[in-house]
């Protein structure tokens, strides 16, 4: 299956528009904190008539106030970051019925412990470079060699979201390494932060579409 792109950090409307039309998969928008958070309705509007599944990027927030806010923006995933346990993802569906990725943070490429556990719940876990006292965004790259081989060493099949400091550039090496299904970018299509550039946007989903031409 070739893999697909999810544009994060959304801000503006018209960013939206040129991420669905240019073909990304995912259109996603934050509500975690940090320069590019958004309010409901400002995620709303954002969002509004685009073909791509919207995303909600969450932290800790209670199942309740996520469930409010996913109906507001008519979201289609939830992405839960910090403590995103079996118990905290079981808790989150059944409060929104959505499907729900598990951020699973590293600073050197090898996974935590739990890491088939939460996979076992999730939908899919989403891999992003660890960076203290933030939750993402950071333009960090994972160590993608080491991670693929704590990937192949995981006892539970998986489904993988890969983040963390892509870019056009390095992308299709990104993906040699850890053949993730999905690959999520913000920062590394930004001008500024929460402010997308048109033309890296074209140019990282050409890459990823090259990686899967060459496949074939």
Not at 9 to 29: I, K, M, P, S
Request: aromatic share 4%.
């Amino acid at each position: 299956m070739p893999v697909e792109v999810k544009i994060c950090g959304l801000t503006r409307a018209d960013d939206a528009e040129f991420a669905d039309a240019a073909g990304a998969a995912y259109l996603g928008v934050i509500f975690a904190g940090g320069p590019r958070e958004r309010s409901p309705a400002e995620a709303r509007a954002t969002l509004a008539g685009r073909r791509a599944r919207r995303v909600g990027v969450f932290a800790s927030q209670s199942e309740a106030e996520i469930a409010d806010i996913a109906s507001v923006v008519g979201l289609h995933v939830i992405q839960l970051h910090g403590d995103a346990d079996p118990e905290r993802i079981g808790a989150v569906r059944a409060a929104t019925g959505l499907e729900i990725w598990a951020v699973v943070r590293t600073a050197d490429g090898v996974l935590p412990e739990h890491v088939d556990d939460v996979a076992e719940v999730a939908d899919a876990l989403l891999i992003d470079a660890l960076a203290p006292g933030v939750l993402g965004g950071t333009g960090r790259v994972v160590p993608w060699a080491r991670l693929g081989e704590s990937l192949d060493e995981m006892t539970v099949g998986h489904r993988i979201v890969l983040a963390g400091g892509l870019t056009p550039e390095n992308v299709a090496e990104a993906i040699r390494y850890v053949s993730p299904m999905i690959v999520d970018v913000s920062s590394g299509v930004e001008s500024a932060p929460g402010v997308k550039d048109s033309a890296r946007i074209r140019a990282f989903i050409a890459a990823v579409r090259a990686t899967s031409d060459l496949s074939e």
